[in-house]
Nanobody, 130 residues
Framework: QAQLMESGGDSVQAGGSLRLSCVVS??????????MAWFRQAPGKEREGVAA????????DYGDNAKGRFAISRDTTKNALDLQMTDLNSEDSAMYFC?????????????????????WGQGTQVTVSP
């Protein structure tokens, strides 16, 4: 069974940057449907998609909350998924989770739906102060 371990969360001031990393073990995202993604969830809010990397087509998706500020990348040597975040603001404060799964668009699955993913990490906390 896949195990995902996030790291890199911290407390920063607005305008700062952070780099999150998620190491994936016992799982190899090599299939054409495999997607690796970052989500976040703030207290009292639903879990929302931040960015996703589609293994089969090499495509990348970003949520409106991340476009122009965040960059997702994969380190195949470490089997890790990274998220570089810049120009952080207080609305970015949340628990950040990485997830992997096989996407079936023909069944209505989209990259930004939590239900599209099978495996999740425990999360890493990001707090941005004004």
């Amino acid at each position: 069974q896949a195990q995902l371990m996030e790291s890199g969360g911290d407390s920063v001031q607005a305008g700062g940057s952070l780099r999150l990393s998620c190491v994936v073990s016992e799982y190899s995202c090599t299939g054409r449907r495999c997607v690796m993604a970052w989500f976040r969830q703030a207290p009292g809010k639903e879990r929302e998609g931040v960015a996703a990397l589609h293994n089969g087509v090499g495509a990348i998706d970003y949520g409106d909350n991340a476009k122009g500020r965040f960059a997702i990348s994969r380190d195949t040597t470490k089997n890790a998924l990274d998220l570089q975040m810049t120009d952080l603001n207080s609305e970015d404060s949340a628990m950040y989770f990485c997830a992997v799964g096989a996407l079936f668009p023909e069944s209505g699955a989209t990259w930004d739906r939590p239900s599209s993913y099978t495996y999740w990490g425990q999360g890493t906390q990001v707090t941005v102060s004004p």
